[in-house]
């Protein structure tokens, strides 16, 4: 039966408004913890949520799951269901070391933040609470930002601890050991811990993205994270397509229109750029706020290439996939960035900058393991003026000034992240300016 042109675009509107939490489920099923199956029952498809989890070591090439991942903090990650009542979050303190937890809702909105920035580096405990939450808050979570108010049932704790290279990893480690999650009524109970909660994702991370996939994946997280109410109209309307908390199966054509939508929809997603691009050639991404509001296009872009990204005050993450001659940066090249004295990312916390291959989104492998370099880079060795030149290329440089100051890059296309972490308001309103990436010749 032909399609109508009417239901097509539709469905290319509920993929663009649907894909983060198909994201997000996806990702809860490939990043929490497996359960422990119990002696004489069938192994059954469990997860844990409710407990930390810890990246222990630095990540390095082929050891993410998260595109775009950075090689200067350690992850401590949590999935939170707050299906049962209010969770605890305790957190260590870091003795002023740089660290945030990044809390998103379901639909990939980064709403709250907890560590230097807003809440500082003591040892601390946070009351997270489930919407429509009427209880009593206890007195101990009525300091300012002690209570976090959720937007969605289910949410990501993405946790980033500053690590100052591999030698610093073990006391890191230390402090992960720090971060606990405890329901209210055992943090009431004097309790130390809780038992986390075990659930069936119901998802196959690793399966072909199908329509049943994709519609079985949006129309769970709908059902238990029921979207704000202004977007009610919005999900009645995908009803047509499958897409729903109350859907049923769905049909040949439902199956039809919404393969086709996929197909169309994120190839256009993977090659969009979100942002503006400066003459320099650097994309500096949107600002985010808390949430990202209506702007449902911007939602996709971030969950398809960035998920997990903090909001702007906390980290902004300028992009270069081409250099100042509007060329697409590929190891055929050899390529500089130069730091006029005086001219470094302007940041309360640190700054580096990440090489990643444009086929995956992915950290690249190289012969001195090194995937970023920045401001706590040991060293590095400055211009004869004070100003510092980064050398970008696939080869090892010539002269030991440019291998100290080397950030090694792959064959083929690349793209690069510059993290400021805590950018100052210059670096978000537009008055700094990073400089040109130069290419300066071929590779040999």
Known sequence: MPIDNELRTLAEEAIVYAFPLYEMSR?????????????GEAPK?????????HARQLLGAGKSRVVTPNNDTLYTNAWLDLGDGPLVIDVPD????????????????????IGQRLTGTAARSFLVTPPGWRGEVPAAFREAGSHVEAPTRWLWVIGRI???????VPAVNALQDGFIVRTLGDWQAGKASSMPKHFGPACDPKAPLSAEHFAAQVNRALRENPPPARDAGLIARFAALGLGPDADALDDTQRSVLQDALDAVLPRLRGAQSGSTAPSGWVQMPLV?????????????????YIGMLESREATYPLAWNDASGRKLNGSGRYTLRFAPGTLPPVEAFWS??????RDYMLVDNPIDRYAIGDRTPDLRRDADGGLTLHIQHARPEGEAAQANWLPAPAGDFYLCLRAYVPREEMLDGRYALPALVRTGEAA
């Open 45 to 53: 498809p469990r997860r844990w949520c409710n407990v930390f989890t």
């Open 353 to 358: 900058l990440t090489m990643y291959d444009s």
């Open 27 to 39: 990702m809860r099923a490939a990043t929490s913890p497996q359960r422990t199956d119990i002696a």
């Open 289 to 305: 706020e808390g949430s990202f509001g209506d702007d449902h296009l911007a939602r996709a872009l971030v969950a398809l290439k």
């Open 162 to 168: 500053l690590v100052d290279g591999p030698q610093d």
């Open 94 to 113: 870091t003795a002023g070391r740089y660290y945030v937890l990044g809390l998103l809702d379901f639909y990939t909105n980064p709403f709250a933040h």
